[in-house]
Every structure is written in C-alpha cells, then in structure tokens.
C-alpha cells in the first residue's frame, strides 16, 4: 500500500495539482486581506472577525468544490497516460489503487488546508492578534482537514464514472446544501455539512456569515466532536464501498 502511495505522489509531481493547492491558497489569503482591509469596520477586532470568517468560506468552497476540482484532476491524469492496467498488474488488486488514490487526496487536502493555516497565522502574527487567534486558526485547520475526509471518496467515485460533469454536480450540490444544513439538526445526514458544523463553536460566525450570539445552540462544542467522527466514520465507510465497486467494475 505505501508503494502505491508513493507511486500515486510521484504521478502527480508533474500535474496540475499541486500548483492548484498553492494557487487556491493564496487566493483565500489575498481573500482575507482585502476583506480586512477594505470592508467596513462594524466590528471590534475585525482581523480577528475576518481571519475566522475566511474558514468559514474556505470549508463551504474548497470541502466541495475545491476536493471535486481535485478528483478531476486525478481521473484526468490516469485517462490521459492510460495508467490504470498497468498498475493492476503490478499491484494485483484494483481495491487497493483505488484506496491509494483517496488517501493520495487525503494527502493534498492536507497540503492545501495547511497552507491556508500557515498563511493566515502569518497575517494574523502581522495584525498583531495574539496567540489565542493562532490556537483558534490552528484548531480550525485542523478540524476542517479532518472532517474534509469523507467528501474524498464520493468526489472521487464522481468523477471515475461521471466525469467532469458527475463530479462538479456532486460538488456544486454539496457547495448549495452544506451552509443550508450545518445549522440545522439533520446536519449529520450530509457529510458536506461537517467541516461547515464543526468550526462553528470557534469561529462563532452562522454558516450564512452572521456572528452569533453567545447563547446561540450552534456554539455546542460537542459538535466538534461529532463532525470529526461522523467523518472518519464515512471516509472509512466510502472508502470501502468505493473501492469495491471499482474492483468489480475495473479489477482484474
């Protein structure tokens, strides 16, 4: 499994993903600092309002469409170098490609959500913000990773046997419903919802961008918890349903 990891990294060298990571990152920095700078100050300690606000977007934006872009990208390299039949070969099982490909998407959702961290923690240690806002922007990437992980499978699963089409629809689907569920209580029944959910509590901000009142419901850290294994619980699960149905449908 962590040579077909390896191999799926070393695919991807020369591809189009990696220079999206970093791109799509420092779009949402620029994001934050025009946002900071040029909106109206209605707020006390508005860097600090906006340095959360822009986790907010990003896990309504990159958690569904940003991931589908990224499942495009990868069906897109096997298609164009033909390389799926020669690695079944190698590896004997098409199940174990496939999980390889997800935790390989894993690996760049990762990549690009700590970017996103590194470069607001920057901007936030210029803005002189504290080191309470560095925990919070830590503790939002980190959360935003993680409950990231059950969308991999299914934008993946899209784009294999729908193609660019599936895979945005998929995607735009999941960029209209998670701000419209997370507030609500069936927001467990939409894995796009989690990471949307989950930082509430810290960021303090509605899904629709409106600041909460303290006795707000939606400020129930326990969501925290919940989001994060409500997520593992579906990686692990699509991830095996994904990867069978791809063995049948592609194995040897």
Same mark, same amino acid.
């Given at each position: 499994?962590?040579?077909?990891f390896r191999s799926e990294l070393l695919k991807s ?51 569904? $469409?940003?991931?589908? $872009?990224?499942?495009? $990208?990868?069906? =897109?390299?096997?298609?164009?170098? &033909? ?11 098409a199940g174990k490609v496939w999980v390889a490909k ?21 901007l936030a240690l210029f803005n002189h913000l504290g ?35 599936? *895979? ?13 569920? *997370? ?8 894995? =796009?919802? =989690? ?18 009142? &303290?006795?707000?419901? $939606? ?11 409500? *997520? ?21």
């Amino acid at each position: 499994m962590y040579k077909l990891f390896r191999s799926e990294l070393l695919k991807s060298k020369r591809t189009l993903l990696r220079p999206v990571l970093f791109i799509g990152a420092v779009i949402f920095a620029i994001l934050l600092m025009i946002i900071a700078n040029l909106a109206p100050d209605t707020l006390k300690n508005s860097w600090e309002h906006y340095t959360k606000m822009i986790f907010n977007i990003w896990t309504i934006s990159f958690n569904t $469409l940003g991931i589908s $872009l990224l499942c495009i $990208l990868t069906e =897109y390299t096997e298609k164009k170098n &033909n390389t799926y039949r020669s690695i079944y070969v190698e590896a004997h099982s098409a199940g174990k490609v496939w999980v390889a490909k997800i935790f390989t998407l894993a690996f760049y959702s990762l990549m690009a959500t700590a970017l996103l961290t590194a470069f607001v923690c920057i901007l936030a240690l210029f803005n002189h913000l504290g080191t309470n806002t560095i925990i919070s922007v830590l503790e939002m990437g980190g959360i935003t990773w993680l409950t990231s992980l059950s969308i991999i499978p299914i934008g993946l699963f899209f784009a294999h046997n729908f193609k660019v089409t599936g *895979a945005l629809g998929i995607g735009f689907l999941g960029f209209i419903s998670a701000p419209i569920m *997370a507030p609500e209580n069936y927001w467990i029944f939409n894995p =796009y919802s =989690y990471a949307v959910r989950g930082i509430v509590p810290i960021t303090k901000i509605h899904p629709n961008g409106i600041v909460l009142e &303290n006795t707000s419901k $939606l400020l129930n850290t326990n969501t925290i918890i919940m989001a994060i294994l409500f *997520a593992i619980i579906c990686f692990s699960i699509f991830t095996l349903i994904t990867s069978v149905i791809f063995s049948q449908r592609e194995g040897n």
